[in-house]
Every structure is written in structure tokens, then in C-alpha cells.
């Protein structure tokens, strides 16, 4: 995930942003939003800019607003990826601590919180860092369903793995997921009957535009929510 396109356009993080609050949950400082006696919930993976950016917290809004419980977990413990530029920034550094393996064991215990309060069914959506996460998560069926949007470096192996509905959300301008990689990994789960699968690639945009768009830019926005709205969709559909 060390690719400048995973950077490009960062969101100036704020604590205060959103409709919901920051709570311990399974462990990890949580944006939780939406209403806490929901039996769906829906986990938000980010990508290495973390939890605070102004753009994710109001998906986490929106989708809670669609009645799910939604969790947004810090899982880089107060240390996302604040300026890729920075030259005392050593991002292989980072990735050695904030890897998606440790990634995935944190996140194995926000979904064990979820179910210990209630919650019957639970969706998960992972962006480039979070999309390597999830598509481990995706290989048990503690989710219902899975929704990988512009993912950093997953495997034919992974996917191989995965036992979930998912869908993956792509742009056509990426370093590490190409159109071609995603498509040839759509054709690997096509094949496989036991769940649903869905990939999607978006024109004219690059890794990174569901979060880190232009809010003045309107054709960004209206591609951003497109894939929004493809998500919500996929977990309205799945996650019940």
C-alpha cells in the first residue's frame, strides 16, 4: 500500500467530524454511529488516513442512516498516515506495525464485541488498506457480506479463500488493483455458486476516489456516491 495514489488528495483529519461519538469498543477507540439497539451492523475499514477523515465519518453516517449500526475503528492506534510527503516518514516503517495481519486479528475482535452486545448480522467495507483486511475477514463467515472498494495488494489466493457475498468496487486508474487484476478475480468468483459475487470497475477515476474526492468537483462526488450508493445496496441486500 506504499503507492503515491494511495495519498493523493488527503482529507485534513478531524476528531470532532460526524453525527456519531468516539467509544472503547472490542478494544479500539470507534466512531459509532446509528442506533445502538440495531441488530445489523456494518464494520468501516479504512484506509491509512484513518478513521478521522472528515469524508468517512459521513459515509459511516450515511449508512447508518439506512438503519444499521455502523463501527469505525482507529486500527492504527492514533497513528494513520497524516503526510505521505513528510521526509521523516518512513512508510514501509509503518506498514511493518500497522500491517493488515494485525489488522485483521483487531478486527476479529470488534466483530466478537458486536455479536457479544446483540448484533445478528454484520457487513464489512475495506478501503485499499482496509480492503487487504477485509478480504481475510472474508475467508470465515462471522460477515454476511463484504464490499472491497479500491484494495491495496490482495491475492488470488485471498480470493480464492473468501466464502462471503462480496463485492469489489474499482477504478479504472489504479496502481495496485488494475481493472484487469480485478476482472480476472471477478471471473474467480463467478465461478463459485455459494455466494454472490459483484466487480464493478469505474471510468475516469483513480485509487482512491470513494473518500479522498473533491467536494467541489462534481462529477468526483457523483462518482463517489455512485459506489455509496452500490455498497448500501449490496448491504441492504445481504446483511438482514
Known amino acids: 500500500?506504499?503507492?503515491?495514489?494511495?495519498?493523493?488528495?488527503?482529507?485534513?483529519?478531524?476528531?470532532?467530524?460526524?453525527?456519531?461519538t468516539v467509544q472503547d469498543f472490542g478494544g479500539l477507540q470507534t466512531y459509532i454511529t446509528g442506533s445502538p439497539d440495531s441488530k445489523l451492523a456494518i464494520?468501516?475499514?479504512?484506509?491509512?488516513?484513518?478513521?478521522?477523515?472528515?469524508?468517512?465519518?459521513?459515509?459511516?453516517?450515511?449508512?447508518?442512516?439506512?438503519?444499521?449500526l455502523?463501527?469505525?475503528?482507529?486500527?492504527?492506534y492514533g497513528d494513520p498516515i497524516?503526510?505521505?510527503?513528510?521526509?521523516n516518514f518512513d512508510v514501509k516503517s509503518w506498514g511493518?506495525?500497522?500491517?493488515?495481519d494485525k489488522g485483521y486479528e483487531d478486527a476479529k475482535a470488534v466483530i466478537a464485541a458486536l455479536k457479544s452486545k446483540g448484533v445478528s448480522a454484520i457487513g464489512a467495507a475495506g478501503f485499499c488498506w482496509g480492503g487487504m483486511v477485509l478480504v481475510k475477514?472474508?475467508?470465515?463467515?462471522?460477515?454476511?457480506?463484504?464490499?472491497?472498494?479500491?484494495?491495496g495488494s490482495i491475492t488470488e489466493d485471498e480470493v480464492d479463500d473468501v466464502?462471503?457475498?462480496?463485492?469489489?468496487?474499482?477504478?479504472?486508474?489504479?496502481?495496485?488493483?488494475p481493472p484487469e487484476k480485478l476482472k480476472q478475480f471477478g471471473e474467480k468468483l463467478l465461478a463459485k455458486s455459494e455466494f454472490d459475487s459483484f466487480v464493478k470497475i469505474f471510468p475516469g477515476v483513480a485509487h482512491?476516489?470513494?473518500?479522498?474526492?473533491?467536494?467541489?468537483?462534481?462529477?468526483?462526488?457523483?462518482?463517489?456516491?455512485?459506489?455509496?450508493?452500490?455498497?448500501?445496496?449490496?448491504?441492504?441486500?445481504?446483511?438482514?
Open 43 to 68: 464494520l468501516l475499514i479504512s484506509d491509512g488516513l484513518g478513521y478521522e477523515a472528515p469524508n468517512f465519518r459521513k459515509l459511516a453516517d450515511k449508512i447508518a442512516a439506512a438503519g444499521f
Open 82 to 87: 497524516i503526510d505521505y510527503n513528510d521526509p
Open 137 to 151: 475477514l472474508a475467508s470465515s463467515t462471522d460477515l454476511r457480506a463484504a464490499v472491497v472498494l479500491h484494495p
Open 70 to 76: 455502523v463501527v469505525v475503528p482507529d486500527f492504527f
Open 1 to 20: 500500500m506504499s503507492s503515491s495514489q494511495c495519498f493523493e488528495n488527503p482529507s485534513t483529519l478531524s476528531s470532532i467530524c460526524g453525527e456519531g
Open 208 to 240: 482512491g476516489w470513494t473518500l479522498r474526492y473533491n467536494v467541489d468537483d462534481e462529477s468526483a462526488v457523483k462518482s463517489a456516491e455512485e459506489s455509496h450508493l452500490d455498497m448500501l445496496n449490496w448491504f441492504t441486500k445481504y446483511v438482514k
Open 163 to 177: 466464502k462471503i457475498h462480496i463485492a469489489i468496487l474499482g477504478a479504472e486508474i489504479d496502481q495496485w488493483s
Open 96 to 100: 511493518k506495525v500497522h500491517n493488515p
